[in-house]
């Protein structure tokens, strides 16, 4: 059964520092994997979707990269801002429909 | 305005009572999914859809249950028999059958039962 970690659970950085979310998965056999990101009480806003022939998706200060043979992917944020701050969720696709498996998330609180 | 709209936002019942959460999209997304999150955890799929009337257990289905007659709609019902229902449920749909091009979230709906 497919398991998804991410490390750390919590981060808390200074205004403008970069800094990377970790996620990793046991099986490797997946289609997809995506990040998302869940402000607290709300749904969730999909940041990036990398396939699983891709290696790196990018979107504004957002690069997630995807190592399928090791079963990992980071999330790296570029010059955080006190509106980053939020919980990180990855999640990769399995099965015919790509159903998602979750991982419990990266809460990051970035001080102004 | 195009996008996945989920009622009520917080829905209190009592023990013992059946509940339907509604889902709705247009997007033209042909697959749904129902998720649930608790506490400090990652999301667990309920069930998932990938064509009108027909449906498919996820990982948590037990107590629960799901139609699909349209399209556009993808109700989830919780049943009495759900030992745990209180959490914060989420609905999700994806362009095409495959889930191929990623999964796309509504606001959710926070059920509480005492």
């Known amino acids: 059964k497919q398991e998804v970690t991410q490390i750390p659970a919590a981060l808390s950085v200074p205004e403008g520092e970069n800094l990377v979310l970790n996620c990793s998965f046991t099986d490797s056999a997946i289609y997809n994997l995506q990040w998302f990101r869940q402000d607290p009480g709300k749904g969730l806003t999909s940041l990036l979707l990398?396939?699983?022939?891709?290696r790196e998706q990018t979107s504004g200060r957002l690069n997630a990269s995807l190592d399928k043979s090791s079963g990992r992917s980071t999330l790296y944020i570029a010059a955080s801002q006190p509106g980053d701050s939020a919980t990180y969720l990855c999640a990769v696709g399995t099965g015919s429909a790509r159903q998602l498996t979750f991982g419990s998330g990266t809460q990051l609180t970035v001080l102004p | 305005d195009g996008g996945i709209t989920q009622s009520p936002k917080y829905l209190f019942r009592k023990e013992g009572q059946n509940v339907t959460l509604s889902c709705e999209q247009n997007?033209?997304?042909?697959?749904m999914y129902w998720y649930r999150q608790d506490p400090g955890q990652g999301l667990r799929l309920i069930y998932y859809?990938?064509?009108?009337?027909?449906?498919q257990k996820g990982d948590i289905a037990e107590g629960y249950s799901v139609s699909r007659e349209k399209k556009e709609s993808f109700p989830l019902t919780v049943t009495s028999a759900q030992k745990n229902p209180t959490a914060f449920y989420l609905c999700?749909?994806?362009?095409?059958?495959?889930?191929?091009?990623?999964?796309?979230f509504g606001p959710g709906t926070r059920l509480t039962v005492t």
């Open positions: 990398i396939q699983s022939s891709q």
């Open positions: 999700a749909s994806s362009p095409g059958t495959s889930g191929l091009l990623g999964q796309y």
């Open positions: 859809s990938q064509i009108v009337n027909d449906f």
């Open positions: 997007l033209n997304h042909d697959a």
